[in-house]
């Protein structure tokens, strides 16, 4: 996060955000494990929290709280990875695999992931003949 620009990231695993008595004009919750209460009391006025998980209840809750909640996915166009793909060939993105798995146990994959404490990015390699 801070190579993105942040002046401070906090491991959830290691600290509670809202056990601090900090306030902060930027939430960004990339495991969608904290509740609506909880970034509210430790966002300023008209602060952002930002969700990778889409909440609706933090989605409706926003609409009347002064706290703004942006969420949601991005669609992938082809212009749009071609684009990303000039980037890391040029070095300009870096990507962090935590883990690589083979097709056949997907399944194991997605419970790694769903557990919510992967580091990076978790592949899936396909063998061709």
Known sequence: MKSLGAD???DYTKEDFNKSDEIYDVIFDTVGKSSFSDCKK?????????????????LIRGFWSSIKVITGGAK?????????????????IKSTIDKRYPL???AEAHG??????KKGNVVITLNYI
Not at 43 to 55: A, D, Q, T
Not at 78 to 84: C, G
Not at 112 to 117: A, E, I, P, S, T
């Open 8 to 10: 401070k990231e906090i």
């Open 76 to 92: 992938e166009k082809a212009e749009d990875l071609i684009f990303l793909k000039e980037l890391i060939k040029a070095g300009k």
């Open 104 to 106: 056949e146990p997907i």
């Open 42 to 58: 430790s966002l300023k006025k008209k602060g952002l929290l930002l969700e990778i998980f889409p909440r609706m209840s933090h």
């Open 112 to 117: 790694y992931v769903d557990k919510g404490h």
